[in-house]
């Protein structure tokens, strides 16, 4: 197996997904999020449907490399009973999703297709 460098990270995304039961956890959890990292990581849109190969309602983070440990560290000490789904963002999409991801909560199924 060739080893590849991390230097072809160029971001993270961190997906939080959620249903119309856990609608306002996700919600609260977000809340959080915007008032501790303020300005330093994106926070996406609020999706009430599935989007993408994501089979859940979600929102996204995007954040840099720097910020793995912080953000990655907070999410699996604070995401409730939310799942959260994590990949790195080289600009091979579908090896970032199928082959790269790190999930905290349980795991989903992705809709791959979405990204062939």
Do not use: C
């Not at 979600?58 to 560290?73: E, H, I, P, R, W």
């Amino acid at each position: 197996m060739t080893s590849r460098d991390t230097s072809a990270i160029d971001t993270w995304h961190a997906h939080v997904y959620f249903d119309a039961s856990s609608r306002d956890a996700a919600w609260a959890l977000r809340e959080q999020i915007e008032a501790r990292w303020s300005g330093q990581l994106q926070v996406g849109r609020f999706h009430e449907r599935p989007v993408g190969p994501h089979p859940m309602w979600s929102f996204q983070l995007a954040f840099a490399q720097t910020q793995f440990a912080d953000v990655v560290g907070w999410l699996t000490l604070n995401h409730g009973a939310l799942d959260v789904f994590l990949h790195p963002n080289t600009g091979d999409a579908l090896r970032d999703h199928r082959d790269a991801a790190v999930w905290i909560g349980h795991s989903h199924e992705l809709v791959l297709k979405a990204l062939m």
